[in-house]
């Protein structure tokens, strides 16, 4: 399943004056029980992974959700008790009609 590469780069030993490139591939000694469990152990680790960040946003964002319900019945009830204040108010005036009892003459 992994891979190690080992890479060896010799430039101008004494032993050999030519340049010498040597590049191999070596497998891990990892047993055949690890390479069936791998693809397993991803999708149980994203499964678990989406299920804690998911558990994670439901903690933020419920009691959020909840405080912002109250604060929005709370202005609803604010305003229908501004209404209801409106409803029973009257404008209230003096007033003195004078009269002329004579007529005019022109």
């Known amino acids: 399943m992994f891979k190690i590469y080992k890479r060896t ?3 101008g030993t004494s032993d050999n004056p030519q340049h010498r ?9 990892g047993s055949s029980l ?18 804690v960040f998911s558990a ?9 959700g909840i405080i912002g319900y109250k604060a929005w019945r709370l202005m609803k009830t604010v305003q229908q008790q501004n209404l209801r204040q ?20 022109k």
Do not use: R
Not at 34 to 51: C, Q
Not at 56 to 64: C, G, H, K, R, Y
Not at 86 to 105: F, H, L, N
């Open 21 to 29: 490139l040597e590049y191999q591939v070596e497998e891990s000694t």
């Open 9 to 11: 780069i010799c430039i």
């Open 56 to 64: 994670f946003f439901a903690v933020l964002l419920i009691p959020m």
């Open 86 to 105: 409106g409803e029973g108010d009257s404008i209230s005036a003096e007033y003195t009609v004078i009269s002329d009892s004579e007529p005019d003459k």
């Open 34 to 51: 690890s390479k069936i469990l791998a693809i397993p152990a991803m999708i149980a680790g994203a499964v678990v992974g989406t299920l």
